[in-house]
């Protein structure tokens, strides 16, 4: 069975650049959510997604956005990238609460 | 927004009993308290989730005392491949949205 992927799994952009972070739950997950995980830290959480509505926010700043497709993907976009964005960004689906299932993530590095 | 604290890291003899204990304060009455795993370049992997009391599997036992403001993980007879990063996930709707809060995290060190 396919897990949680993500992709790009690694990435490389500029300041002032924008991104999409892509993500695919495990089939019968309704449930995405989004972390940053800045080295040495522990994942900060910065959306949740469930039946392609926005369930919860974290305390990051409007440059960041996502959302949920009818097929329970999602997309989590960056804008106008600043040097701290540099950062693992994971993502993880479950059914609707509970266990979460982690994709590797991807890494995001600006210049 | 839920604070949680663990200890930075800790160190362990293969074979030994583990215990790592995060502080959750404003705890939501529905949430359930759930320890993760992270190896280095990988996504955290779950371990165990609870509610009160004790919960045990094949991996792990989960102690939340009555008042839920803390939890202990416990790791019987760990072995080198326990080395890792371990998070405590609580939920905090405190905020008016549902926020999904790790701690900082113990690496754990296993020695030979």
């Known amino acids: 069975d396919a897990g949680v992927t993500q992709s790009p799994t690694h990435l490389i952009k500029t300041r002032g650049q924008h991104v999409t972070l892509r993500c695919s739950p495990i089939s019968g997950h309704k449930s995405v959510s989004w972390y940053q995980q800045v080295l040495g830290q522990g994942p900060q959480f910065i959306f949740q997604y469930y039946e392609k509505e926005e369930r919860g926010r974290g305390n990051f700043p409007d440059r960041f956005s996502a959302r949920q497709f009818p097929n329970y993907s999602s997309e989590l976009n960056v804008n106008a990238l600043l040097l701290g964005d540099s950062a693992l960004y994971l993502c993880a689906s479950s059914l609707e609460w509970g266990e979460l299932f982690f994709g590797e993530g991807s890494r995001l590095t600006v210049l | 927004l839920a604070k949680t604290t663990q200890p930075i890291s800790m160190d362990s003899y293969e074979g030994q009993e583990v215990n790592i204990t995060c502080s959750h304060n404003?705890?939501?009455?529905?949430?359930?308290i759930t320890w993760y795993q992270q190896f280095p370049s990988q996504g955290p992997r779950f371990i165990i989730q609870?509610?009160?009391t004790k919960v045990t599997n094949e991996v792990a036992s989960l102690f939340i005392p009555a008042d839920r403001k803390s939890s202990t993980l416990s790791l019987p007879r760990v072995s080198l491949s326990d080395t890792a990063v371990y998070y405590c996930?609580?939920?905090?709707?405190?905020?008016?949205?549902?926020?999904?809060?790790f701690g900082k995290g113990t690496k754990l060190s296993v020695i030979p």
């Open positions: 996930l609580v939920g905090d709707s405190g905020a008016g949205s549902y926020q999904l809060t």
């Open positions: 404003n705890i939501a009455t529905n949430d359930y």
């Open positions: 609870g509610y009160k």
